[in-house]
């Protein structure tokens, strides 16, 4: 059927069974923002989930982790108690970064 290589949906332009090069700094920083900002505003969950989706199917490493220490707000979100929908899916982005962590 019409599948496609990398069994995904919103990929690049382009996009081949090839290496995806990693997320930069900038991009994780940018969606991190937005997904807390979504997040915060309270009636926004549906686009602060989307934003965490991205983040859990971003590429990224250990040391772009650490540089951009954006794991730290990622865990506040998914330690609140007022949307558990947003909590679940930033649960699944850490989970997800500690596997490229622990390698």
């Given at each position: 059927?019409?599948?496609?290589?990398?069994?995904?949906?919103?990929?690049?332009?382009?996009?081949?069974?090839?290496?995806?090069?990693?997320?930069?700094?900038?991009?994780?920083?940018?969606?991190?923002?937005?997904?807390?900002?979504?997040?915060?505003?309270?009636?926004?969950?549906?686009?602060?989930?989307?934003?965490?989706?991205?983040?859990?199917?971003?590429?990224?490493?250990?040391?772009l982790l650490?540089?951009?220490?954006?794991?730290?707000?990622?865990?506040?979100?998914?330690?609140?108690?007022?949307?558990?929908?947003?909590?679940?899916?930033?649960?699944?982005?850490?989970?997800?970064?500690?596997?490229?962590?622990?390698?």
């Amino acid at each position: 059927s019409g599948a496609g290589v990398g069994g995904g949906s919103g990929g690049g332009v382009g996009e081949t069974a090839a290496e995806t090069p990693p997320c930069t700094s900038e991009e994780l920083t940018r969606l991190v923002r937005a997904a807390v900002a979504a997040a915060a505003g309270g009636e926004d969950s549906a686009r602060a989930i989307d934003a965490l989706k991205a983040l859990q199917k971003a590429k990224v490493t250990a040391s772009l982790l650490s540089e951009t220490q954006v794991g730290k707000e990622v865990k506040k979100m998914s330690k609140q108690g007022e949307d558990k929908e947003v909590a679940a899916a930033a649960t699944a982005v850490v989970l997800a970064w500690k596997k490229v962590l622990l390698g």
